[in-house]
T-cell receptor
Framework: GENVEQHPSTLSVQEGDSAVIKCTYSDSASNYFPWYKQELGKGPQLIIDIRSNVGEKKDQRIAVTLNKTAKHFSLHITETQPEDSAVYFCAASRDTGRRALTFGSGTRLQVQP | DVKVTQSSRYLVKRTGEKVFLECVQDMDHENMFWYRQDPGLGLRLIYFSYDVKMKEKGDIPEGYSVSREKKERFSLILESASTNQTSMYLC???????????FGPGTRLTVT
């Protein structure tokens, strides 16, 4: 089955700096890669996703890049703000069959004001 | 707005008890999921359901069962709770034609 590894487990940045979280996956047939943000006391919420037919996707201060050859993808947050502080999870799945997500272990991001 | 609700935010049970965790979604989603979340392990899929009365094992189904008698409700059952089932349990739902999963707020279960 799929295995997703995520690094780092914790990340502390100053407000206004950039943050990068990296994930690798094992199943070459995976082609859907979402990122979820979990704030304290809440369930995870989708913030951005990418499919394997594109290499990069941006949404305001958030971007995701995908290198399908190397089987890794990354989340980039620019101009970080205190409200970006949360736990971030990457995930991977195939487009067919059960389409169940395999999640990474999570990254706790702390943005220092 | 999609809303996924879980019956309890916090639950304390004793070893050997039968435990029911309930999840309800209000958006007529076909797919529903149960995950457990543990520090350093992320979210791991326990069971999921494609439709009423249909269920499929996830990656860690041992010690759990599920029930989906109505489309909006997906129940996770711990037949005989054990201390290693102390965890945060998250329910999610998704419509069949889309990718985004919508999560409930979670139930923190402690088994003593």
């Amino acid at each position: 089955g799929e295995n997703v590894e995520q690094h780092p487990s914790t990340l502390s940045v100053q407000e206004g700096d950039s943050a990068v979280i990296k994930c690798t996956y094992s199943d070459s047939a995976s082609n859907y890669f979402p990122w979820y943000k979990q704030e304290l006391g809440k369930g995870p919420q989708l913030i951005i996703d990418i499919r394997s037919n594109v290499g990069e996707k941006k949404d305001q201060r958030i971007a995701v890049t995908l290198n399908k050859t190397a089987k890794h993808f990354s989340l980039h947050i620019t101009e970080t703000q205190p409200e970006d502080s949360a736990v971030y999870f990457c995930a991977a799945s195939r487009d067919t069959g059960r389409r169940a997500l395999t999640f990474g272990s999570g990254t706790r991001l702390q943005v220092q004001p | 707005d999609v809303k996924v609700t879980q019956s309890s935010r916090y639950l304390v049970k004793r070893t050997g008890e039968k435990v029911f965790l309930e999840c309800v979604q209000d958006m007529d989603h076909e797919n529903m999921f149960w995950y457990r979340q543990d520090p350093g392990l992320g979210l791991r899929l326990i069971y999921f359901s494609y439709d009423v009365k249909m269920k499929e094992k996830g990656d860690i189904p041992e010690g759990y069962s599920v029930s989906r008698e109505k489309k909006e409700r997906f129940s996770l059952i711990l037949e005989s709770a054990s201390t290693n089932q102390t965890s945060m349990y998250l329910c999610a739902s998704r419509t069949g034609g889309e990718d985004e999963q919508y999560f409930g707020p979670g139930t923190r279960l402690t088994v003593t």
